[in-house]
């Protein structure tokens, strides 16, 4: 695409953006016009569809984000298209998707905003994303889904679980990277989780699940997951993953349970002969929530390379929950008391490490915007599309 034609898209774009109401109105608009004027398309997305609209939402603003910056965006929308294999998508899907999008976009920026050359930019871009999707979906050899049964769901807190699948055949993923998930109860809600361990084999994935209180998935995964389910996994997702320049140490920080893309890259570390030296920070609102230190303690004593620092916001655990936490043992970290952001920026600009950061969206930005504020170079930080 050329200047012209991104500078149009980014300017209609900020522009809907910019009203009151605007985006979220938008996405309405286009799901009514999608679903009204080719109605077969319902069927590929769930009753409740408010995570729906805020996924589409965020994805549209990756993408228009990151126009002039095609070793980022083509590779996104390629690993977008692998994934979308699993709903049965087909070329005639994307154009649906496409005009209906124009259609809503137009109809919510007016006649005199939407002019003869902003239609043509909007159409250059989408022939540019459905080309790309549509062209990594038809390369692409692997399943389009694949199967696992799940082998244990082992209760950790009162509202996080650890469960362990066997798929049935193994996934080639890069520790740090995530996939979908759809489970038995819940059809057509997918959900994007991060494998907990590497690639293996066995085909055996680890997933940390905390149930989110008024959530439509997570709760019933946590509270109803048995031996024997058979849960549906896409393709994998993402740019996290151990950076191929041996020569830079790397700082982790993940709080909750976005320690799971860390956690895998570690344990990938520690079956590797390594010289880099790795800083990683796990955060929480309370010590409780700390729930895996004690296994990133014993790798550590294993692998003098890494340092494990705990952190949490509150010294005390919540009234629900009656353990005591754990002392270090000797030679690590002690726990430190804050923001886990603002914990790990006070202790340097860190402007010599590769950093990930994996965690909610509130939590990746504010730790950003801290790191950035201390001097950290923004292009050593890496984490995920926050959606």
Known sequence: MDSQTISLVRTTFKAVAAVDGGPERLTSSFYATLFTD????????????????????????????????????????????????????????YTAVGLSLIKALRNFAGAEIWTDDVDKAWNDAIGVIASTMIGAADDDTNPAVWGGTVIENRRVLRNLSVIRLKLNQPMDYRAGQYVSVQIPSRPRMWRYMSPANPANRDGIVEFHVRGVTGGWVSPSMVGHTSVGEQWLLGSPLGALGVP????????????????????????????????????????????????????????????????????????????????????????????????????????GSWEDRDIQIAGSPSMIQTTKFRLMAGGTPTENIRHDPLY
């Open 38 to 93: 080719y109605p077969e398309a319902r069927d590929f997305f769930p009753a409740a569809m408010e995570t729906q609209r805020d996924r589409l939402l965020r994805a549209l603003a990756y993408v228009v984000d990151r126009l002039e910056d095609p070793d980022t965006l083509l590779p996104f929308l390629a690993q977008l298209g692998r994934d979308h294999r699993k709903y049965g998508t087909q070329a005639a899907h």
């Open 244 to 347: 191929a320049n041996p020569a830079r140490d790397l700082l982790m920080i993940g709080c909750g349970t976005g320690i799971a893309p860390l956690r895998a890259q570690v344990l990938e570390l520690a079956e590797w002969t390594t010289s880099r030296r790795v800083h990683l920070f796990v955060g929480g609102h309370h010590p409780c929530d700390l729930y895996d230190l004690e296994a990133l303690w014993e790798l550590q004593l294993d692998n003098p390379w890494l340092t494990v620092t705990p952190v949490t916001e509150s010294e005390d655990n919540p009234w629900w929950h009656v353990d005591d936490f754990r002392n270090a043992p000797a030679g690590m970290s002690t726990r430190l008391t804050g923001q886990i952001g603002k914990v790990v920026a006070s202790l």
